[in-house]
């Protein structure tokens, strides 16, 4: 497979940047990248115009439009379309060109809201997914559904896989539409920095989460794209839960800010817990997360930091 002709889209984001770096350690030497501003991936004629440019043989889909909770809940209607014009071009084109793969990556946003812990892909269809990350989730989700139906009746040869919520170094530090973890590192270095006795955070520290190293996932994603080729959804992910209380201690810790953490139980804390069954995945391809969670976040406050 070296000799092939990748296109990463979303390749300059931060999935983006370590999966090409994965990528080329592997011995991968012809790697595209399909990404603002030269390409809207929300336009057909953008897709097509990359397709003839750039010729893939395998399409590894990263490019989304995602936020938090606070940007989920101001932007559902672009977060729907967005997310759907992309998937849904992106494989048709590509099925109508013959590539050789298309790995769709979605999210876990597209379980429902309150799938039994751990989460195991045959219960993806259970029921509807957290309000705030509905329609982004859906949007989402409708590439296993177009995956599973074009092998059906094409043999196009696409899978779908689902990552859990990733962090590290280069993440989006945003506050209009960063995730929890660079939110909360933000907020505790920047509050340390100028003297303030207090950090805000939304919600009741009650709700669980998983977080998946970015460095992790990209080897995840590599693995999936050399070994698997099925339309059944494959999660990836680290295989743990912690709940925001105890991260926001961790980072409070890990960040050395030495003031008051307020809980504004007014906000919502969003899908009650989340954690992968990640099983599947280290049979398929034999893939287990490596990086301790204590660890990751040190090299992210590190990064930050820096900058």
Not at 81 to 87: A, I, S
Not at 269 to 283: I, K, S, V, Y
Request: net charge neutral; glycine share 8%; with cysteine.
């Amino acid at each position: 497979m070296k000799n092939k002709r990748i296109t990463v889209t979303g390749g300059r984001g931060f999935l983006g940047t370590y999966l090409i770096e994965n990528l080329t350690k592997r011995g991968y030497t012809d790697i595209s990248i399909a990404d603002l501003p030269e390409y809207n991936l929300t336009r057909r004629a953008d897709i097509e115009g990359m397709y003839d440019r750039q010729h893939p043989e395998i399409v590894i889909h990263l490019a989304a439009k995602v936020g938090g909770i606070g940007f989920n809940q101001e932007n559902p209607a672009t977060l729907f379309y967005d997310n759907l014009m992309m998937g849904t071009q992106l494989m048709h084109e590509g099925y109508l060109r013959k590539i050789n793969k298309f790995v769709a990556i979605g999210t876990i946003c597209a379980y429902p809201k309150f799938t039994p812990v751990p989460f195991n892909e045959d219960d993806l269809w259970n029921g509807y997914p957290e309000e705030t990350n509905a329609p982004y989730g859906l949007a989402k989700k409708m590439m296993l559904v177009q995956s599973q139906a074009y092998r059906r009746q094409y043999g196009y040869n696409s899978i779908f896989l689902l990552p859990v919520n990733l962090y590290g170094p280069g993440d989006n530090f945003d506050p209009r539409s960063s995730h929890v973890i660079p939110a909360l590192v933000k907020k505790c270095i920047d509050a340390e920095r100028v003297g303030s006795e207090e950090v805000v955070v939304w919600g009741t520290g009650r709700a669980t989460r998983e977080f998946f190293y970015a460095e992790d996932a990209a080897e995840a994603i590599a693995l999936a794209m050399e070994r698997y080729n099925e339309s059944d959804p494959l999660n990836i992910g680290a295989g743990f839960e912690i709940s925001i209380r105890d991260l926001t201690e961790l980072i409070v810790e890990l960040t050395g800010f030495k003031g008051k953490v307020v809980w504004d139980e007014t906000k919502p804390d969003g899908q009650p817990r989340r954690m992968l069954n990640t099983d599947r995945a280290f049979e398929k391809i034999g893939f287990r997360a490596k990086t301790d969670l204590r660890e990751g976040l040190r090299k992210t406050i590190e990064w930050y930091k820096s900058r």
